[in-house]
């Protein structure tokens, strides 16, 4: 038998055993915090080094994965170590008690071994910072090297701390089930539910690209997955119809990451939230709501006005599928999301309602003639393989998020970043502040997946917000957007570079292509930090005046961006709208009456003097 045979033998029965533990401890109850944490940790090790090897043009070969197999026995010998001594472990004084030199060994060993892991999933980004707060401790902190590896290896509070927690509790099994969800089927209900609601207006297959991406980005767990999954459709039929290639792969990137902030699900990062800020989850999606809402309506608005501007008409409706039809053949395979939602709200954990809705998806589809044909038992099994492979990601950068924070924790570097933003001029301009905790928050977002670059943020960016006086809620959420967007903007956009890679643009065309159409995600942190209302925080009245002034603020810059409104835009039109925009997104009656001048001096130069032609240019 061959090589490669064996090895994705040993890879499927390893998938399939971690899929049936995580499900295994759902019904069942979590064992001890490092025997679940462990265990999870493990699984993924074994996977990583089994399925990346360190040379890949020697995959195939029994002499070239020996690097690998001695990697793999580490990580076994590593974390069995934990598992053997467990009671001593839990009755020893961390940082009092001396370890041994089995103890420093094994522990040092952990940490490479993590590192190495997660830059063969992810690359150098993650591990590299992690490695940058390692010297941080040991040189410039003078952290005893027996204690950070105590921290590290032996305390909940490193390896094993919160991160990795999120992905074995959540994380893993909304991986699953998105996995399956796609398996099944379900993945054509959003496509063809997307083309009959957008398909046949202007820029018909942007707009398409807006509703999948979102309805399966909120899913999946990833943006660039998300990219590489509808992206694969979306791309080519917005070049179709003449979309540039860049402005085409920016569309797909930019809705692909607006499905992390979208309610319910957010990628499961509402969950994470709920957790960091021990808050409910309805608490977090119902603050999370509007400014989705607001990010997806530019989003859409922009590619309205792009395509009006550009005179890109959509599909033929008679290629089309017809709504009715795809409700009456797939309609019911929106039940699980259902599922998910009606067990959060009925007040059951996460968990748990992941996996009713994991469980759901097989029967849902057996309800439709066409659905059960698409379905059987190779169906879940090979989803399980699937989404256990996408849950590496996750893992090995939490793992590698420990590491991070424990450093943040064990050498109070967190106070000392929330003392420099609260230092100097920010300490009476919060804007300034919040800028430098927005460009820190695009910089250590660069290159990771949502989850462990929110979680490394809500550990080190957050607390500065909160001791400047912005509530917790708000802060949080502001870090977590400037985290999400981090995966769009240059130069280390991660989902450009997968959506370039199906377009075939270059990353800084699209790169400014995907900023502008991002360019409302970039100011609504801001707005309701300001404004808390937008969170559904205050006044019914408050809250209907934000979310409307905010609106039309986000379709005013929409507009001014992207050169139309209800017809092209000149120069200083679009200068006038783009003043409107800030007047309308800031708090205050007098920047909402600049803004709403504004808007109404541009409608009805374009209505009722007619077309601007008719003017002299301003």
């Known amino acids: 038998m061959k090589t490669s045979h064996l090895i994705n033998g040993a890879v499927t029965a390893i998938a399939l055993s971690m899929a049936a533990y995580h499900l295994y401890v759902v019904f069942f109850g979590v064992p001890s915090v490092f025997f679940f944490r462990g265990t999870h940790l493990l699984f993924s090790l ?20 020996v690097l690998d197999a001695i990697f793999v026995l580490c990580s076994i010998t590593c ?47 993650l591990p590299l910072t992690a490695t940058i707060f390692v010297a941080y401790a040991l040189i410039v902190d003078q952290i005893d090297f027996g204690q950070l590896i105590d921290q590290m290896y032996l305390t909940t509070e490193g390896i094993f701390g919160i ?7 959540y994380m893993v099994l909304f991986i699953l089930f998105g996995a399956l969800v796609e398996r099944s089927g379900t ?31 909120t899913v999946s ?62 608490t977090v999606i119902s603050m999370a709501i509007v400014p989705a809402l607001l990010y997806f309506v530019a989003v859409f608005l922009a590619v309205h006005f792009e395509a009006k501007r550009t005179g890109l008409r959509g599909l033929p409706k008679p ?38 809705g994991l469980l759901s ?24 393989v699937i989404g256990i492979r996408n849950t590496l990601i996750v893992s090995s950068a939490c793992a590698s998020a420990g590491i991070v924070i424990g450093v943040i924790s064990q050498t109070g570097i967190g106070i000392e970043f929330t003392q420099l933003v609260a230092s100097g001029f920010t300490e009476n301009y919060l804007i300034f502040a919040l800028i430098l905790t927005a460009v820190a928050g695009i910089l250590l977002g660069m290159g990771l997946p949502t989850t462990p670059a929110y979680i490394v943020q809500a550990a080190l960016l957050a607390p500065a917000l909160v001791n400047l006086g912005i509530p917790r809620e708000s802060a949080h959420l502001f870090v977590f957007y400037f985290a999400i967007l981090s995966v769009i903007t240059p130069p280390v956009a991660i989902s450009l570079y997968a959506a370039n890679g199906l377009s075939g643009a270059g990353l800084w065309e699209s790169g400014l292509a995907a900023v502008k159409l991002a360019a409302t995600g970039y100011i609504i942190p801001f707005m309701f930090v300001f404004a808390p209302s937008l969170l559904l925080i205050g006044t019914w009245h408050d809250i209907f005046w934000s979310v409307s002034t905010a609106l039309l603020g986000v379709i005013c810059l929409a507009a001014s961006l992207h050169g139309y ?54």
Not at 251 to 262: M, R, W
């Open 79 to 125: 974390i069995a170590h934990i598992f053997i001594n467990h009671d001593y472990i839990l009755n020893r004084f961390a940082y009092v008690d001396d370890l041994s030199a089995l103890d420093l060994t094994l522990g040092t060993g952990l940490i490479l071994l993590t590192l190495e892991a997660t830059r063969r999933v992810i690359g150098l980004a």
């Open 361 to 384: 998806v097989l029967p849902v589809a057996l309800l439709g003639k066409t659905t059960r044909r698409e379905i059987s038992w190779k169906t879940f099994t090979d989803a399980m």
């Open 319 to 356: 290629d089309l599928p017809r709504l009715s039809k795809v409700l009456k053949t797939r309609g019911h395979q929106f039940i699980p999301l259902l599922i998910i939602i009606g067990v959060l709200i009925a007040g059951f954990s996460p968990p748990y309602a992941a996996l009713c």
């Open 565 to 618: 409104l209800l017809r092209n835009l000149y120069f200083w039109s679009r200068v006038i709208l783009f003043v409107g925009a800030l007047g309308l997104l800031s708090p205050g009656l007098l920047n909402d009456g600049i803004g709403l001048a504004c808007l109404l001096l541009i409608v009805v130069k374009q209505t009722i003097l007619r077309p601007e032609k008719n003017l002299p240019q301003l």
């Open 221 to 282: 767990g990833s943006s660039t997955a998300n990219v590489m999954t509808t992206g694969t459709f979306t791309i080519p039929l917005m070049k179709k119809i003449g979309y540039r290639p860049a402005f085409s792969g920016a569309v797909e990137a930019v809705a692909s990451t607006g499905g992390q902030i979208l309610p319910p699900i957010m990628g499961a990062a509402a969950f994470v939230m709920a957790e960091m800020m021990a808050v409910s989850y309805i």
């Open 163 to 169: 991160p990795l927690n999120v992905s074995a509790t």
């Open 46 to 65: 074994i996977l990583i080094f089994l399925i990346h090897p360190f040379r890949k043009s020697q995959f195939n070969t029994l002499s070239g994965r």
């Open 187 to 217: 993945g054509k209900l959003f496509r063809d539910f997307s083309l009959a609601l957008a398909g046949s207006s202007a820029g018909g297959p942007a707009k398409v690209a807006c509703v999948t991406s979102a309805m399966f980005g």
